[in-house]
C-alpha cells in the first residue's frame, strides 16, 4: 500500500526541495519506488518531461534522484511569473493561459481537482510519494483555497513534517509561530518537525531541540548540518543563483527580471577553469569578461527593456570591441537580433523592438509553444547535445546560414561571422561533457569534468548526509497512506 509524506516549510528557500531530493535517493536506495510531488510551484526554471511537458526543475531533480523518469503528474500547477503581478499557468504540463496574481488567488481552488488527480496517478505507481509545500502553511491570509500546503494536506489526507531553516536565524519562532497560528485541523496533520542548514557543532542546538519539542509536543526528525555541495545540483529558485569562483575565464551573466533556465549556469559552474559572475542591477558588466552569457527569460522584451535600463547594452556592445565572445539562449538568442515582433502580444504589448544588433536575425514571436526534449550534435565536429526547448517565436536571417548546431538533420541556432557570437533555443547544451570541453578551450580552457557524474555523486552523498543526521525510519513510520477528504 503506497505512504505518502509532505515536507512543509517555515518559509519560502528554507532547503525543502533539496532535502526532498536527498530522501528520494535515500529511500531509493531502501529498495523503495519512490515519486516526488509538488502540487503547485512557482518557478520559471522549468524542465521539459519525458511525456512533453513543463514542471518545476526541483521535481525533475527530485525524480532523477529516485532514478525514474520525469512526468507532468509531479507538478500539475506551475505558475511561470511574467509581471509582478501576472503569471503564464501551465496545468499538467500544459500552458493554460495567463492569469493576474487577484484573479488567481480566488480561482485557484479550482486547480486542487487536477492536483489531487495527478497525485492519485503518482500513488499507482509508488511505494513512496514525497511531496513538497510551497512557501509557508503559516501564511494564514492565503489559506482560503490553499492547494501547495495545508490545503493539499487535508484534502488529499497526508501527514505534514514542518522544517525551518536555523541558518537565517529564529527557528524557534519559526516553529513554534507556525504551530502558534494554524487552525486545529491544520495542526492534525503535522507529525513531526526537522531544522535544516545548522553550521558548527550541531549538539550545540540541543537545548533548542529540545524547547521546540517540548512547545509543540511533536517529535524532531533531525538537526541537518549544512550540505556544503548542495551548489553542484541544479537550482531552481533565483535567490539560489549566485556567482562562483573557479578559474581564470571569466563566464559573466546579466540577472535578468525574468531570468528563465538558468540550468545553463551550473554545468559551468562546476568548471575549475572557470568563474561565473552573476551580474545584479545597478552594476556594469565587467570589462574583463571572456564570455557574456545572456540567459533564458520569461519576457524576452520585457527584459530587453530591463537590460537597456541598466546600460548593458553598451557594457554589452564594449565587450564585443574589445574582442569578448555572447552567447544567447532562448530569450537571450532572441534579443541578440535586429528586432523582436510580437504580433499577437504574447509576450506583452503587440509591436515590434530593436534587439541588440549583434546577430543578423529576427524574431516574430507567433505560433504554438514549443516544449520538446531534444538530442542534437553540435557543428562542424559533431559533438553529442543532448537538451531542451521551451519558447514561442521563430528566429530567421542570414546569421542562421552559420547554425552551429543541428537537430534531426535540420541547423539550429545563428552565429557571427567571425564566430565570437552565438545564439540557440537550445537550452542544457553545457551539460553534455563533450561540447563543453570543446566550446571552452576556445576560451582557453581545459575542462576534464564529468558534470553528470558529479550531479549523481552529489546526490548520493546528499542521501548519505540525511541517513546521518535525520532520523529516515520515524520519518517513513509517519508517512501514512492517503485519506482523500
Request: charged share 25%.
Amino acid at each position: 500500500m503506497v505512504r505518502a509524506i509532505m515536507i512543509q516549510g517555515t518559509g519560502s528557500n528554507v532547503g525543502k526541495s533539496v532535502l526532498v531530493a536527498g530522501l528520494a535517493r535515500a529511500f531509493t536506495r531502501r529498495g523503495l519506488k519512490v515519486a516526488p510531488f509538488k502540487p503547485q510551484n512557482m518557478s520559471n526554471n522549468a524542465a521539459v518531461t519525458e511525456n512533453g511537458g513543463e514542471i518545476g526543475r526541483a521535481q525533475a531533480l527530485q525524480a532523477r534522484a529516485a532514478k525514474r523518469p520525469t512526468h507532468t503528474d509531479m507538478n500539475p500547477i506551475l505558475l511561470k511569473p511574467e509581471t509582478d503581478t501576472g503569471a503564464q499557468i501551465i496545468v499538467q504540463g500544459q500552458r493554460a493561459g495567463t492569469m493576474k496574481a487577484g484573479d488567481y488567488r480566488k480561482d485557484k481552488s479550482k486547480l486542487l481537482g487536477a492536483a489531487l488527480e495527478s497525485f492519485d496517478r503518482l500513488c499507482g505507481d509508488a511505494d513512496l510519494v514525497l511531496i513538497e509545500g510551497a512557501g509557508s502553511p503559516a501564511e494564514t491570509n492565503l489559506r482560503k483555497g490553499d492547494i501547495a500546503n495545508m490545503g493539499f494536506a487535508c484534502a488529499a489526507g497526508v501527514s505534514v513534517v514542518l522544517v525551518g531553516d536555523i541558518h537565517r536565524g529564529g527557528v524557534i519562532a519559526q516553529i513554534v509561530g507556525t504551530q502558534a497560528v494554524l487552525d486545529e485541523g491544520d495542526l492534525a496533520m503535522i507529525r513531526g518537525f526537522a531544522v535544516n542548514r545548522f553550521k558548527g557543532d550541531v549538539s550545540l542546538f540541543d537545548e533548542g531541540r529540545d524547547d521546540i519539542a517540548a512547545r509543540t509536543s511533536w517529535p524532531c526528525l533531525g538537526v541537518v548540518p549544512w550540505f556544503h555541495d548542495a551548489w553542484k545540483l541544479p537550482a531552481e529558485d533565483m535567490m539560489d543563483i549566485r556567482s562562483h569562483t573557479g578559474g581564470a575565464c571569466k563566464v559573466v551573466v546579466p540577472q535578468l527580471e525574468r531570468m528563465a533556465n538558468f540550468d545553463d549556469l551550473d554545468p559551468l559552474s562546476a568548471e575549475p577553469g572557470v568563474s561565473v559572475e552573476i551580474i545584479p542591477a545597478g552594476r556594469a558588466l565587467p570589462g574583463d569578461a571572456d564570455l557574456v552569457l545572456l540567459p533564458g527569460s520569461k519576457s524576452t522584451i520585457g527584459d530587453l527593456t530591463y537590460f537597456r535600463k541598466q546600460g548593458w547594452d553598451i557594457d554589452l556592445h564594449a565587450h564585443v570591441r574589445r574582442g569578448g565572445h555572447v552567447l544567447g539562449l532562448c530569450g537571450g538568442y532572441q534579443m541578440l537580433g535586429k528586432t523582436i515582433s510580437d504580433p499577437e502580444g504574447v509576450d506583452g504589448r503587440p509591436g515590434t523592438v530593436e534587439g541588440l544588433g549583434l546577430l543578423d536575425v529576427d524574431t516574430v514571436m507567433a505560433g504554438k509553444k514549443h516544449v520538446t526534449l531534444t538530442e542534437a550534435c553540435a557543428l562542424p565536429n559533431r559533438e553529442p547535445v543532448s537538451g531542451y526547448e521551451i519558447h514561442m517565436g521563430r528566429t530567421e536571417g542570414p546569421d542562421c546560414a552559420r547554425a552551429w548546431l543541428e537537430v534531426q538533420g535540420r541547423p539550429e541556432g545563428a552565429a557571427s561571422a567571425n564566430g565570437r557570437i552565438l545564439g540557440s533555443y537550445l537550452h542544457g547544451i553545457f551539460s553534455s561533457d563533450a561540447f563543453r570541453a570543446q566550446y571552452l578551450s576556445r576560451l582557453g580552457v581545459t575542462s576534464e569534468t564529468a558534470y553528470e557524474d558529479g550531479v549523481e555523486q552529489a546526490l548520493d552523498d546528499l542521501a548519505d548526509h540525511l541517513e546521518q543526521h535525520m532520523d529516515l525510519d520515524l520519518l517513513l513510520e509517519l508517512a501514512r497512506t492517503p485519506q482523500r477528504a
